[in-house]
Each structure stands twice: as C-alpha cells, then as structure tokens.
C-alpha cells in the first residue's frame, strides 16, 4: 500500500528566503506525482506534474524535482513572497491502483 | 475555461434528507473521482469512475452513491446523510487514468449535516 509522507508538516521562514518542502512515497511504481497548493478551505491547484520519466519540471520560481528510486520528491520555491503562504501537496498515482495517494501535507507561513 | 465546477460549494442539512452535490468538467476527461478531506485524515477517494461504463468504490465508500450518465457529469448523491459525512468534498478529473496525465480538482463543497 502507497504511503506518502511530507516533512516537515509545518515550516514558517521569512520572506525571500528560498526553501524546500520534501515528499516521500514507498512504493516506486508511480507514473507521475504532481504537486498541489491549497489556500485555506479551498480547492487544490495544480502546480507542477513531473513524469516517472523526468528528474526536474520547472515554472517560474518553482522547480520539482523527482527521485524515483528513493522514494521521494522535492518542491524548492525560490525568493518566497507572503502570497505563497498555504499547504502544499504532493499526489501519487499508482499502477493497478485507480486513485491519486496524497501526501500528507506542509503549510507554508511566509513572514514578512 | 477549462475547469471542474462543483455545486454547492456550502450545504447544511438535517441527518437523513437525501442530497446530492453536482460536478461537472468541461475538458472532455474520462477519469472522474470522489475525494473527502478531514483534519488529520487528509484527503481519501469516495468513489472513482474510469469512463461512462466503468464506476468503482474507493477507500472510503460507505453512504455515498455516484452515477456516470454522461462523461461530463459525476455527481455525488449522499441518500441518508449522518453527521460523520461532514467534510470537504473535492471533485476531479483526469484525461484518463494512467501515464503523463494529471488532474484538475473542483474548488470544492463543504458539507454539514447537522
């Protein structure tokens, strides 16, 4: 069974600093994993789909990166703005297994 | 716009009256699922539906019904509803299950019985 785990659950870091959100699944037989950020009580928007095939996918100060053989998955977010303060995601399809597995999210403080 | 619209995005009801919450995609996707989110549970999938032929129970079925009469249309129909189905409910869509495709989530629809 699919377990996706994200570290650290919380993270708060002033603005313009750059960081990075870590994602971690056990079973490598994925055909993608996308990343998602969800505002507070509201809906989830995508914002990077890396392919079991790539190592990097990138759009404009995000940049995912993708290790399948490890297991894991990182989100860097460059020069951080108090608007990219939400939870972030990260979702894996699996083969044989009809549904997305989600990790289990980190919300994201930026200080100003 | 290519989007998943859900409705409504705010219900309360009574434990026991008969709802249903609508979703629909304007993307021609096959793939369509049932999502529930809680605190501290994450995000589970209801049910699930690969094409208009094909539906199927997800991790988290019980008390729910969904139909696929149209490829566009997934609704979520919820015949006696009880206090424990009060959550958030996503729906989404995918061109179709499997390599290189993502998904498109509705904005949601946050459910109260009461």
């Known amino acids: 069974k699919q377990e996706v785990t994200q570290i650290p659950a919380a993270l708060s870091v002033p603005e313009g600093e750059n960081l990075v959100l870590n994602c971690s699944f056990t079973?490598?037989?994925?055909?993608?994993l996308q990343w998602f950020r969800q505002d507070p009580g509201k809906g989830l928007t995508s914002l990077l789909l890396?392919?079991?095939?790539?190592r990097e996918q990138t759009s404009g100060r995000l940049n995912a990166s993708l290790d399948k053989s490890s297991g894991r998955s990182t989100l860097y977010i460059a020069a951080s703005q108090p608007g990219d303060s939400a939870t972030y995601l990260c979702?894996?399809?699996?083969?044989?297994?009809?549904?997305?597995?989600f990790g289990t999210g980190t919300r994201l403080t930026i200080i100003p | 716009e290519a989007q998943v619209t859900q409705n409504p995005r705010y219900l309360i009801t009574v434990t026991g009256k008969k709802l249903t919450v609508t979703c629909s995609q304007n993307m021609n996707h096959e793939y369509m699922s049932w999502y529930r989110q809680d605190p501290g549970l994450g995000l589970r999938q209801i049910y699930y539906?690969?094409?208009?032929?094909v539906t199927d129970k997800g991790d988290v079925p019980e008390g729910y019904k969904v139909s696929r009469k149209e490829k566009r249309n997934f609704p979520l129909i919820l015949e006696s509803p009880s206090p424990n189905q009060t959550s958030l409910y996503f729906c989404a869509s995918s061109p179709a299950w499997g390599v290189g495709y993502g998904y498109t989530f509705g904005s949601g629809t946050r459910l109260t019985v009461v």
């Open positions: 890396i392919q079991s095939s790539q």
């Open positions: 539906s690969m094409n208009v032929e």
């Open positions: 979702a894996v399809p699996n083969f044989g297994n009809e549904k997305l597995t």
């Open positions: 079973d490598s037989a994925i055909y993608n």
